[in-house]
């Protein structure tokens, strides 16, 4: 939960969705509520286009105005190897990288997908989880991405 400038609670839930296409203004997304476009929230980093592809995994957030939001995006990264805590992966946009799992208990098959994302404390790249056909089946930190647009004030920026 988090103010909003009127003064008034405004209470913001996280889902996920996976992208289809991207532009730059907007995405098109699948869940369960079916297929459509959705906006980039204001913060979310320029250029849009180039960066959200089909397969990534996306946040969307319900805003107190009635509009769908896309708030963070995770990568599809098909995993390399196990060395140590960390995970390889080869990801389309940035090449090889080592991810920290969030999950050091769940194993990662050489060969398979997953979704990676940056930009949250603790590692600079962080595994969530396996990739999936159905977002609502997705195991992505979606609290953790909640904590950090509080912890940076920016649910009242997302417009």
């Known amino acids: 939960m988090t103010s909003s400038s009127d003064g008034l609670t405004a209470s913001w839930a996280?889902?996920?969705?996976?992208?289809?296409s991207g532009a730059e203004e907007s995405c098109v997304v699948v869940d369960d509520r079916g297929t459509?476009?959705?906006a980039f929230a204001a913060p979310f980093p320029r250029?849009?286009?180039e960066r959200v592809l089909p397969g990534h995994l996306v946040a969307l957030v319900d805003t107190p105005g009635g509009s769908e939001l896309v708030a963070?995006?995770?990568f599809d990264a098909v995993v390399v190897s196990r060395t140590g805590p960390n995970v390889a992966l080869w990801e389309p946009l940035h090449g090889s990288v080592l991810a920290l799992p969030r999950d050091a208990r769940r194993s990662y098959r050489a060969?398979?997908?997953a979704y990676v994302s940056a930009?949250?404390?603790g590692a600079h790249w962080w595994l969530a989880g396996p990739a999936?056909?159905?977002?609502e089946d997705s195991d992505v930190e979606l609290d953790e991405v909640g904590d950090f647009y509080t912890a940076h004030d920016?649910?009242?920026q997302l417009i």
Request: charged share 30%; aromatic share 10%; net charge positive.
């Open 14 to 20: 996280l889902r996920p969705a996976i992208v289809l």
């Open 119 to 121: 930009g949250l404390p």
């Open 154 to 156: 920016l649910w009242d």
């Open 111 to 113: 060969g398979g997908r």
């Open 132 to 135: 999936v056909d159905r977002a």
């Open 47 to 49: 250029p849009r286009g």
């Open 72 to 74: 963070w995006r995770w």
């Open 36 to 38: 459509r476009p959705v």
